[in-house]
């Protein structure tokens, strides 16, 4: 089995890029299945499943999400078993721009939005520095020159990632992107494990704490100034 | 160096193949792109731009020199030869107009030394002038046009130039076409303005998405574009006039300013 996994911001266009995407993939004949996760609410799950893609989908509620894939990998993998399907896409919520849900022997696809400017390359961090490929969004809506520092900048970052530009409207980039999945390597859920660890905060506020004066907070805290301390048992 | 560009038919919109099997364009020419909103120009544009290989969503192929170009081509801005300048009419790079030139001048691999040349070229272009410590996104759409056109020319100079209609951006667009087309440049111009269009020697006409016909430019049509020009030449005066709060003491209706040929 092979996993691609998807990561990117909000509106980034993760999912206008995918159905794209599985399209060439349905065209191909190929049996894929996918995997949506988002938060609160989503319907993408039904546009994967009218291009004939069987889809799963998640939501993560007050978890995160990326802490929620990772727990229903198995599910994820029996779903795609069950399908007979030789390719899993699963694409992820992902919010705070720490984690990377990545894990070693996925295709980590990392999808950016061209428009945010050429700093957020530096300031979004796992995701994009661990991804195999970059996905560069709504590059037409700025110039060659916005779009070739915007690259420089995700190079920068990650050296030896491929870096396709996209467009979710038109399918640009959408058949290059597809090829790079056979570059997956062979996953294997026993042993796999992520590329960098999971953002943590052990702390109250995990469980349900909703006062914000100091002297309610127990846990691993850590300071504005620096310092980090635990308080607690 | 680039003798040649070529492109090879893919499909339309509706999945037929184009009717055309192979276009050359050689150094030095100029060739313009028309069709309505909606017919495939821009996109024309964006094969060229990233060299398709029969790997987007039209399923043309590019080549250069009659071969299928060197991947890294297509890809690293230091080796590229195309040099685009698209529809957008703003900057929205949250940085100064120096900073911003020398990253892409970094990026291109070329002398970060050009900025005073690329905002002195852009100032001649628009009205109000661009400083170098302005904020990008401050800047207005003439402004921001002005500066795109200085750095394809400068900064992006390439063999290769894709124009996607200038005629839009507010600013003085038969200059702006001549800082862009160089001596033996390749350039492809799309465009919905017939002064522009004329003035190529072939244009080629998209429809639903794909490459309709290739019609070269007759004499009739050369000798309007040059009563067009001067139409143009006109407007554009007047035009200077009515910004810089000048009264218009004469205009098209009034023969002394017309050439003799308008006149009769």
Known sequence: MKVIIVAGTPGAGKTAVLLHTLKVLADEKRNVSAVKVDCLYTEDHLRFQNIGIPTLMGLSRDMCPDHYTIYNLGEMIDFANSNQSETLIVETAGLCHRCAPYTENCLGVCVIDATTGPNTPLKVGPFLSTANVVVITKGDVISQAEREIFRERILEMNPNCRIIEANGLTGKGSIELASCFDEAQTFSYEQEELRHNAPFSICTLCVGETRIHSQHHRGVLRHINGLQEYIGE | MIQSISILAGRNKTGRTEKFERIDIHCGEIIGIVGPTGSGKSALIEDIEQLAQRDTTTNRQILLNGRIPDPDLRYDPKK?????????????????????????????????????????????????????????????????????????????????????????????????????????????????????????????????????????????????????????????????????????TSSFFNAETLSPEFAE
């Open chain 2, 80 to 248: 590229k030869l195309i040099a685009q300048l698209s529809q957008n009419m703003n900057f929205l790079a949250d940085m100064s107009v120096e900073e911003f030139l020398k990253l892409h001048a970094k990026c291109r691999g070329k002398n970060p030394n050009l900025v005073d040349q690329v905002i002195e070229a852009a100032n001649a272009l628009t009205g109000e002038p661009i400083r170098k410590d302005m904020n990008l996104t401050i800047l207005s759409g003439g402004q921001s046009r002005s500066l795109m056109v200085a750095d394809v020319a400068f900064i992006s100079d390439s063999p290769i130039v894709l124009i996607d209609e200038i005629e839009n951006a507010g600013i003085k667009k038969h200059e702006a076409l001549k800082l862009l087309s160089g001596n033996g440049k390749i350039i492809l111009v799309v465009t919905h303005d017939p002064i522009l269009a004329l003035m190529t020697k072939r244009r080629i006409i998209m429809k639903t998405g794909g490459v309709e016909k290739v019609i070269a430019t007759t004499e009739n049509e050369m000798e309007l574009s040059v009563h067009l020009n001067r139409i143009d030449q006109e407007l554009l005066q007047i035009r200077e006039k009515v910004r810089h709060g000048q009264e218009i």
